[in-house]
């Protein structure tokens, strides 16, 4: 090559290569994080609840949720009973954000007829100041079912949990779900009528709309044998505005003090139903324009 | 030997524009202390609006660079749900933080005073890059630098998919509306 013209190429190399520095230094002057960014871990879960327990999200300010829940029956049940899909129990229920950390529901579930009504309030947030969310749960349900014998209090049940979750990267997050159930009549003297449970769940994001989610709720206080502890294994189908859930669980329940307490299906055993949650919310708050 | 002489005077030539581009780096800087940037689309269901106040950027005056960085995450819907799906599933901030443009403010002569100005340069949203020329005012006195814009982003040019079983519909460009308010940068 002649040396003029290897002279001139460096030239022009240094050149270019001054004009991206300069931009590389203007960047690094920017690259000082913003101030005001808390570092709020945002949808931990997808939805208000992670199968059958609530997860630690609440609903914003001015947002109703709908949610409607349902269990099949067991799908070992044979053609007969069309592998489940012959029965089912549905709960709904309507969901409202008082604030962005307090929620209130109620619901109704066909099962026994119980009616539910839960406070639900995060009082930490995970940040860059806090490695988990805390949010606090308590319910009430009531059985109106006739069943002769079954009067006044005794058809009441109270809850709470503290649920307490982490969100380790954007697809893994797990929750904690300590809790307690008070409930006012047990079907046999075996069974403690204050329950104590560990929940544990877990999601693992597929892709940014599909995640697969577990749920597990190990009963750690006295129980009669027909009792069993509540699985559920499941996929979020999030589509904007819309969550689907669809699971496999061995609880027909949707309250803490069905599918925690009365749930008598094995699902190692075969007795599994297949279920869903839909959900859509609706933004009450007037608009601003 | 006329060759000799001239590559001598050409490397004295090399460390001269060396000399000049390290001085290039204590040219006037301005970087902004106020900026306000609001993304605006029109969907049959419901207009999609956001508002961010912590994009920094920085002009140079001397070699008229200059760059924008975006925080994702700090725009502000008005619904919390909408402000997840932005983030989570359009945008995913987790993994592109920032957005970013890095240019040149390509005709403008750098004196005081009002005048429509062209940035060329490169714009990267969501980890793509694309090249854009974007319009709008200047206006610059000894201590104040004032930009303002308005222009398009085509959801296409970033790889920003909109899945075909969402609910609302959503419009293929938005309209972006920037405003920044630059002071004198001192290096610390």
């Known amino acids: 090559m002649h040396p ?16 991206v520095g300069q931009d590389q230094e203007l960047l690094e002057l920017l690259s000082s994080s913003d101030p005001n960014d808390k570092g709020y871990a945002s949808a931990t879960f997808k939805s208000t609840r992670v199968i059958n327990g609530h997860s630690i999200e609440t609903r914003s300010n001015g947002t109703l949720e709908f949610i409607i829940g349902h269990r099949f029956g067991r799908i070992n049940s044979g053609y007969d009973e069309f592998y489940g899909l012959d029965f089912s129990t549905i709960r709904l ?46 319910s009430i349900t009531r059985k109106t079912v006739d069943i002769p014998g079954l009067d006044g209090i005794d058809r009441n049940a109270y809850a709470a949990q503290l649920l307490i979750a982490r969100k380790f990267n954007s697809s893994f997050s797990f929750q904690l779900s300590p809790t307690i159930i008070q409930r006012n009549l047990v079907e046999t003297p075996q069974d403690d009528n204050l329950l104590l449970a560990l929940g544990l769940g877990a999601r693992y994001k597929l892709s940014n709309r599909i995640a697969i989610v577990t749920e597990y ?36 329940q949707m309250n803490e003090r069905g599918f925690i307490g009365e749930t008598t299906d094995s699902f190692w055993d075969g007795d599994i139903h297949y279920g869903f949650n839909i959900t859509r919310v609706f933004d009450l708050r007037p608009n601003k324009s | 030997m006329m060759e000799l002489r001239i590559i001598k005077i050409m490397k004295k030539l090399l460390l001269i524009i060396f000399l000049l581009n390290c001085l290039f780096g204590f040219s006037q800087k301005f970087k902004t202390n106020n900026s306000h940037i609001r993304f605006f689309s029109d969907a049959p ?5 956001a508002i961010n106040e912590s994009a920094t950027s920085i002009v140079d005056v001397t070699s008229k660079a200059i760059v924008i960085v975006v925080p994702i995450k700090s725009f502000d819907f008005k ?29 403008w002569n750098g004196e005081e005073g009002t005048a429509q100005v062209s940035a060329k340069g490169t714009m990267e949203i969501h980890g793509v890059s694309k090249e854009m020329t974007i319009t709008g005012d200047l206006d610059y006195s000894s ?3 004032k930009v303002s814009t308005v222009f398009n982003i085509k ?11 969402v609910f609302y519909k959503i419009a293929e460009e938005v309209e972006v509306t920037a405003n920044f308010e630059y002071a004198p940068y001192e290096k610390n």
């Open chain 1, 217 to 252: 709720y190990p009963v750690l206080s006295n129980k009669s044998a027909q009792f069993e502890d509540s699985f559920a294994l499941g996929i979020d189908i999030e589509t904007g505005g819309h969550v689907f859930q669809l699971h496999f669980t061995n609880a027909v």
């Open chain 2, 143 to 145: 201590n104040v630098l």
């Open chain 1, 93 to 138: 229920g309507l969901e409202y954000g008082i604030t962005d950390n307090l929620n209130i529901g109620i619901g109704r579930a066909s099962f026994d007829k119980v009616v539910d009504a839960f406070v639900k309030y995060r009082f930490l947030r995970q940040s860059k100041k806090s490695p988990v969310t805390i949010t606090g749960f308590t």
């Open chain 2, 45 to 49: 269901m419901e207009d999609i609006e």
């Open chain 1, 4 to 19: 003029m013209k290897r002279i001139s190429s460096i030239l022009l190399t240094i050149l270019s290569l001054s004009v």
């Open chain 2, 79 to 107: 619904k919390e749900l909408m402000q997840e799906h932005f983030n989570e599933n359009y945008l995913e901030s987790d993994d592109f933080p920032n957005a970013t443009f890095k240019g040149k403010l390509i005709d």
């Open chain 2, 155 to 165: 959801l296409e040019d970033h790889k920003i998919k909109i899945p075909k079983a």
